[in-house]
Nanobody, 121 residues
């Protein structure tokens, strides 16, 4: 079994910062790409940031220069540092991690339960 646990969400004023964390645990052979998504009410889930095992990163244009994604391969964790938050960043944030449990299962995507980020004006 694989579990993803997110933490760090909450209420913050516009212009403030939050740091989200995602930890993968369980029967894990290897982890490939790790991603952050978000979904605001009435909107589709969107990709916010991605980080490969080798550390390559890419961001949605709306968060570029404000958000920074990082990971610790030894601890199977991924963080998202969010600075200069605004109203449009309010959403449920999800981590999605591509995990290989064993060679028979191959690489599969796993999702966290989501953590709420609310930015007040």
């Amino acid at each position: 079994q694989v579990q993803l646990v997110e933490s760090g969400g909450g209420l913050v004023q516009a212009g403030g910062s939050l740091r989200l964390s995602c930890t993968a645990s369980g029967s894990i052979s290897s982890i490939n790409a790790m991603n952050w998504y978000r979904q605001a009410p009435g909107k589709q889930r969107e990709l916010v940031a991605i980080i490969t095992r080798g550390g390559f990163t890419n961001y949605a244009e709306s968060v570029n220069d404000r958000f920074t994604v990082s990971r610790d391969n030894a601890k199977n964790t991924m963080d998202l540092q969010m600075n200069n938050l605004n109203h449009y960043d309010s959403a449920v944030y999800y981590c999605k991690v591509d995990i290989m449990v064993n060679l028979l299962t191959g690489v599969r995507p796993y999702w966290g339960q989501g953590t709420q980020v609310t930015v007040s004006s």
